[in-house]
């Protein structure tokens, strides 16, 4: 299985994004996709995820500011980030995870936001 992830960029304070991710290769039963991010000096954390069904959970952190959405035909999940602020500000990654337990990370986008 592949993730490509796509989306990053520099913006400034208060501006959007949207990252895009599709899966690709050999995709037996997905249970859930989400984005993770990790900045400098810290651990990678949990970001957004959804599950096959359209359920969702987000970081306290995001809620009310990013939106994950997937597209179950294309296997490709987004994340609308609106009212980013610097400490949104890390390198981002797309993860998809099967019903089998098996994990698979994207290569990572970075988002930078600063004026």
């Known amino acids: 299985v592949q993730l490509q992830a796509s989306g990053g960029g520099l913006v400034q304070p208060g501006g959007s994004l949207r990252l895009s991710c599709a899966a690709s290769?050999?995709?037996?039963?997905?249970?859930?996709m989400g984005w993770y991010r990790q900045a400098p000096g810290n651990q990678r954390e949990l970001v957004a995820r959804?599950?096959?069904?359209?359920?969702?959970n987000y970081a306290d952190s995001v809620k009310g500011r990013f939106t994950i959405s997937r597209d179950n035909a294309k296997n490709t999940v987004y994340l609308q980030m609106n009212s980013l602020k610097p400490e949104d500000t890390a390198v981002y990654y797309c993860?998809?995870?099967?019903?089998?337990?098996?994990?698979?990370w994207g290569q990572g986008t970075l988002v930078t936001v600063s004026s």
């Open positions: 290769g050999s995709i037996v039963s997905i249970s859930l």
């Open positions: 959804i599950t096959i069904g359209g359920s969702t």
């Open positions: 993860n998809l995870l099967e019903i089998s337990g098996v994990n698979f």
